[in-house]
């Protein structure tokens, strides 16, 4: 007897390439979208880093008015939230796919460096909310100059 690895997710594949084929029949138009909607909860990609100085944090979200965001700092946890209104509201337009995702986020982000709070900066351009988070000067690197001698 032999055992053999079974990998549910290449069942995936199998699956997208059965859609592939059904759909080849139908032309563009009547072609149903099968990807799921999203008028529920989504998560915008973060990146998180560190410098000497300070945390920055950048978040890509493309789409979204400066308006619709709100920026939190309280009990050291860092809160963003938004949404991304869909545009295709119009009863008229009969839409054959829709990829992006839409509707309102919310991510948290825990500092366990004291920050300096006041100081705590956000930009948005080009889809991409910058914020910087200004370490506290207690816990900023220092450095020690040795004496030599008496």
């Known amino acids: 007897m032999k055992l053999v690895h079974f990998y549910p997710n290449s069942l995936n594949g199998l699956t997208k390439e059965i859609d592939s084929v059904f759909n080849s029949f139908f032309d563009e138009s009547t072609r149903v979208n099968t990807e799921r909607k999203s008028d529920h909860n989504w998560q915008p990609r973060v990146d998180v880093r560190e410098t000497e100085d300070a945390f920055l ?39 054959l796919r829709s990829e992006r995702v839409f509707g309102k986020f919310n991510r948290s982000f825990k500092v366990n460096t004291r920050v300096n709070a006041d100081k705590i900066e956000a930009g948005y351009e080009n889809g991409l909310l910058t914020i910087t988070l200004p370490k506290s000067e207690e816990v900023k690197p220092k450095s020690i100059k040795v004496k030599v001698g008496k």
């Not at 400066?66 to 209104?85: A, H, M, P, Q």
């Open 57 to 95: 944090l950048v978040a890509e979200l493309p789409g979204i008015s400066k308006d619709d965001l709100k920026i939190e700092f309280e009990d050291s946890v860092l809160r963003i939230s938004g949404e991304r209104k869909s545009n295709s509201e119009d009863e008229n337009i009969n839409v």
